[in-house]
C-alpha cells in the first residue's frame, strides 16, 4: 500500500483510501485521470484567454464602452406623504436654517425619505436659503424631543454648510424604517404632555412616577413603558427617484453656484485686498474728518442681509482738539457698494 498526499488537504493517505480520513472528500488520491483532466483544463483557459486578447483594439474598446455605462441604482425615493411646518424661520438670512414638519401618515422609510426632501425643496423654493435642513416628526408635540422619521439637507448650491466647500452634493438624506405603532404614540404624546407633572423643583423628571401614570392609564407595567425613538435607526438613503431626476437637480445645483459665485465676487469688490476696508466707507469716513490724513483703518466687518450689508468701521483719527481718538461707523450699502444710509456714527 503506497502513500500519497490527499489532493483535498495534502495530507498523507493510501493510494487506495475511498475517502480521506483527515478532511473527508471522496477519492482524495489524484490519479492519471486527474493529471489529464487538469492539463486539458489548462489547455481550454489559455486558448479562451488568446482569443479574448486576440486583437489590439477591442479589449479598450470594450474598456471604454464599459467606463461609460454608470451605476443605475435602484430607487429608494417613496411618496411625499402631506406635511405642516412646525418650525423654522422662513425669514432667515442666513445662508442655512433648520425646520421640523410634521407628516403622521409617512410610516416607511422611503415615504418619510421622500417627505423631507419635498418638504426641503418647497421651503427652499419659497425662501431661497441656501441650505434647508428638515426633520420629520410624526406629530408636532415630538418636534426636537429626538423622534424625528427622517432627516433631509439640501445644499441648493451643493457647496455644503460652508458655501465654499464646493463637493457637488446636492441631497443629503437619511430616514427610520421603524414601525411605531398608534398605541406607542400614543404613550409617548402623554408622556410628553403629562411631563412637567413629575419634575421636582430642581427641574428635573421623576420617571419612575410618570412611567407609573402611563401604566395605569394603559393597563400595562411600568417597564413596559417604552418611548419610540426612530431617529436611533437611520439609515442613509439615495435622494434620486431616477437618473434624469440626478441630472436636473445637479444642473440646478451648477446653475445656482454661478449666481453665488458672481455674487461673492461682486460683494468682494467693495472692499479692499489690503486691510479689509470698505472703500465707499473708507472714504466718506475720511470727508466727514477734520484731519483726514490722521485716518488709521483697524477693523471692518459686515453682516449680509441678501438685499444689501450692513458695514462697520472701526478706525482711530484727531478729533478737533487734534487728540486721536478711536470711534466705529456703522452703514447700510447695497450689493454695489453704494452707501444707502448711515446708521450710526
Known sequence: MALVKCKECKKEVSNSAKVCPHCGIKNPAVTAKDYILGAI???VIIFA????TGGDEKPIESKSASS????????EIGE??????????MKSKARKETFFVAAPTAETKGDRAATARKAASDIFDKTGIPVVTVFVEHDKLFAGKGSNLAKATYFSDACNFSGKDCNGIVWDISASNVTVTEKEWGVYR??????????????????????????KKYGVKPDDIHLPYPSIDYVAVYPYESKQDK????????????VIEARIKKLESQFSAWDGSHRALERAIKTSMNDPDSYEHVETTYRDLGDSLIVSTTF??????????????????????????????
Open 41 to 43: 483544463g489548462l489547455i
Open 49 to 52: 484567454i488568446k482569443s479574448c
Open 68 to 75: 461609460k455605462v454608470e451605476e443605475v441604482k435602484p430607487r
Open 80 to 89: 411625499a406623504k402631506p406635511y405642516t411646518i412646525i418650525s423654522g424661520d
Open 190 to 215: 402623554d408622556w410628553v404632555k403629562n411631563r412637567s407633572r413629575y419634575l421636582d423643583k430642581n427641574g428635573d423628571l421623576n420617571e419612575e412616577k410618570l412611567k407609573a401614570f402611563l401604566a
Open 247 to 258: 441630472q436636473a437637480e445637479i444642473d440646478k445645483a451648477s446653475a445656482k453656484k454661478a
Open 316 to 345: 482711530r483719527g484727531k478729533n478737533g482738539f487734534g487728540g486721536v481718538v478711536k470711534n466705529t461707523v456703522v452703514a447700510q450699502v447695497d450689493l454695489d457698494g453704494n452707501i444707502l444710509n448711515i446708521i450710526s456714527e
